[in-house]
């Protein structure tokens, strides 16, 4: 088990009042996608440490992420092999992000260009600034999408939608993203980061058991029929109406009191 404190953690991965915070780029290489880093993000996402209930994604540069480091592609001896590792090793952060039980909010400034519109596409809520742009950029060097974006975009904006971002390399102002549903709302440029941490943090304090509850519906809607999802739905909101959660819950509202979630934390 991974146990991340706010003072033994790498710098990359850091836990704030039950927020794992993660830096998918640094300032270092043109804030490109830093995969060094997320290899800590995915084990920390596999592993929970104790008192984590949201997840904060962050670029600690100039952007939130500018995409793949280009010129490292560009100095590999075999550049297929050395892209196809940098992909898997992105893919295992993907999988364990997009499985992951935890709301997960997206503080996007700057730009989210490649591997970082990708990341943006798999966050439940995404805060952009007024500058914030997005972009595929794969297309401009002559490369396919990774990081899920061949997936995730069309199920955000529709198939048609989605193949001219794509094909056209097309670049999304922060209007535009927060029409097409990229991004979840706008504030001012230095707001996105006190913002979007604000949103981490009221995810952690709510109610845990019912978020993943959630996500899970989420997940299996992706293949379901509606009828089979009526039925997941159904067994999910009975197990929740059951729950320490789900009776908390009911008996707050009945009450009028304020829920005490952390007395059901992790029921």
């Not at 995409?67 to 100095?75: L, T």
């Not at 196809?84 to 364990?96: M, P």
């Not at 396919?144 to 971002?165: C, F, H, Q």
Request: glycine share 12%; hydrophobic share 45%; with cysteine.
């Amino acid at each position: 088990m991974l146990h991340v404190t706010a003072t033994d953690a790498p710098s990359n991965v850091r836990i704030e009042d039950g927020v794992l915070r993660v830096a998918v780029s640094t300032s270092a290489d043109g804030t490109s996608l830093d995969v060094d880093g997320l290899a800590d993000a995915t084990t920390a996402l596999r592993n929970l440490p104790d008192g984590v209930r949201a997840v904060l994604l962050v670029g600690d540069g100039g952007n939130f992420c500018a995409g793949g480091n280009v010129r490292a592609f560009g100095s590999a001896e075999n550049r297929g092999e050395y892209v196809g590792q940098i992909a898997a090793a992105f893919h295992e952060f993907v999988r364990a992000l997009d499985a992951s039980p935890l709301p997960v909010v997206a503080a996007v400034h700057g730009w989210a260009a490649g591997a970082g519109m990708s990341i943006v596409c798999l966050a439940d809520v995404a805060i952009g600034g007024t500058s914030t742009k997005m972009r595929p950029a794969y297309p401009t060097i002559g490369f396919t999408p990774d990081g899920g974006m061949s997936w995730t975009l069309p199920r955000a904006v529709g198939a048609s939608r989605a193949r001219e971002i794509l094909l056209t390399d097309a670049v999304l102002g922060a209007d535009e993203a927060v029409r097409l549903g990229l991004l979840s709302r706008i504030v001012e440029d230095d707001q996105v980061q006190d913002e979007a941490l604000r949103v981490a943090r009221t995810l952690a304090a709510g109610p845990t058991a019912a978020y993943a509850g959630i996500k899970t519906l989420f997940t299996s809607s992706r293949g379901a029929t509606l009828s089979e999802q009526l039925d997941a739905e159904t067994a999910s909101i009975s197990a929740a109406a059951d729950s320490p959660t789900g009776r908390e819950g009911v008996d707050a509202f009945v009450g009028k009191r304020r829920p005490d979630w952390g007395s059901v934390r992790g029921a």
